[in-house]
Nanobody, 122 residues
Framework: QVQLVESGGGLVQPGGSLTLSCVMP????????IGWYRRAPGKEREFVAV???????NYLDSVKGRFTISRDNAKNTVVLQMNSLKPEDTAVYFC????????????????WGQGTQVTVSS
């Protein structure tokens, strides 16, 4: 079982910044596509950003230029830096890991974190 440990959510005013982190086992970090999704109240979960195993990144259009996803290889951590936050960014944010293939001893390819609340409000 893979455990993803998320941190960094909280309450921030519009225009403010937050940094989300997702720590995972070293054994899956470098081989996986790792992303963030979010679920706003009353809405479906949506993709926010991803860092692929080859280093490429992709973002939801509405967060481009405001959010940055990056890897800290020394800490097996993926960071989502969120700047210029807007009330519409309010959601529970989930870390997502796709190991891209079924690894020995694993029963699944995709893992989710428990979620961290981000609230943007004045």
């Amino acid at each position: 079982q893979v455990q993803l440990v998320e941190s960094g959510g909280g309450l921030v005013q519009p225009g403010g910044s937050l940094t989300l982190s997702c720590v995972m086992p070293e054994s899956i970090f470098s081989i996986s596509h790792i992303g963030w999704y979010r679920r706003a109240p009353g809405k479906e979960r949506e993709f926010v950003a991803v860092t692929l195993s080859d280093g490429k990144t992709n973002y939801l259009d509405s967060v481009k230029g405001r959010f940055t996803i990056s890897r800290d290889n020394a800490k097996n951590t993926v960071v989502l830096q969120m700047n210029s936050l807007k009330p519409e960014d309010t959601a529970v944010y989930f870390c997502n890991v796709d190991t891209r293939r079924l690894l020995p001893g694993h029963k699944q390819r995709v893992y989710w974190g428990q979620g961290t609340q981000v609230t943007v409000s004045s």
